[in-house]
């Protein structure tokens, strides 16, 4: 198992690959596993943009001591296959998660989500809401929130891949150091860093950035999710405000509340890692 202070070179090693459909087109996923022997539904996190699945170093390792855990990278981000040829949608990533979901053994899942994996997990869980036990939302992308003004800006063409090394770095810090509330410690920043780093990362960023489209989550029916859900959010969020919480609460058919971690920004499973891995296990095994 991955321990919870892991690189993301360590995180890497421990993933694993398979392949899901997007449009018909069978693409390269890999994701992060851990508990396949515990008990109960599979607990799937979802990331959001511009991050991948060592978003999760902090909690899925916590929260496979009890259950079975999947983390996986959206196609297009992380290790996952990112050529220039698929959509990366959240539309996209729900048939992502839904192949993903059809190899479990188990009928249902609980899903854990931030960003625009919230969108995806709003998705699934209104279209099979049968499938979905447990849902967990933390600063999501929802209704019209989205996309942010910054991460638009990602998506003209030539903007990133126009970047020198010390623009990257730059925006990179951006996102990541001082997004975050208070200082953001280096094994986060550089493990947020490294997919986009390497060679075609910087149109794979471009080409993710693009694929955001409000358009998926103001379609979603919200009254036809019956799964319990915990907006568990980072309170001092400007991108995603927590006023989105208590619309999403209100909005979902099934039992909601709303948890709000205080000295957090967006990056909430960095900026309150403990009190948000103990509020998800708290969660989880209600």
Known sequence: MVTLDADHEAWTAAQSATTAAVDGRELDVTYYEAGRDNGGPPVIFLHGIPTWSFLWRGIAPAVAEDRHVIAPDFAGYGNSQRTDDFDRSVRAQTSVLADLIAESPYNRVDLVAHDIGGGVALR????????????????????DSW????????????????????????????????????????????????????????????????????????????????????????????????????????????????????????????????????????????
């Open 124 to 143: 699934y869980a209104a279209a099979r809401s049968s499938q979905v036990r447990k849902l967990v939302l933390s600063n999501v992308a929802c209704f």
């Open 147 to 286: 996309p942010v003004e910054y991460i638009n800006s990602l998506g003209v063409p030539g903007v990133v891949e126009g970047w020198d090394d010390d623009e990257f770095e730059e925006n990179m810090d951006f996102l990541f150091a001082e997004g975050a509330h208070g200082e953001a410690d280096e094994a986060f920043v550089a493990g947020m860093k490294a997919p986009w780093a390497r060679e075609g990362g910087r149109t794979a960023l471009a080409r993710a950035a693009v694929a955001t489209n409000t358009n998926h989550t103001t379609c979603i029916d919200y009254g036809a999710i019956t799964a319990e859900t915990l907006c568990l959010w980072g309170a001092d969020d400007v991108l995603q405000p927590i006023d989105n919480a208590d619309r999403l609460a209100d909005a979902v058919a099934g039992d909601a509340r709303v948890v709000a971690l205080d000295d957090a920004y967006h990056w909430v499973t960095h900026d309150r890692t403990e009190a948000y891995r103990d509020e998800v296990r708290a969660f989880l095994a209600e």
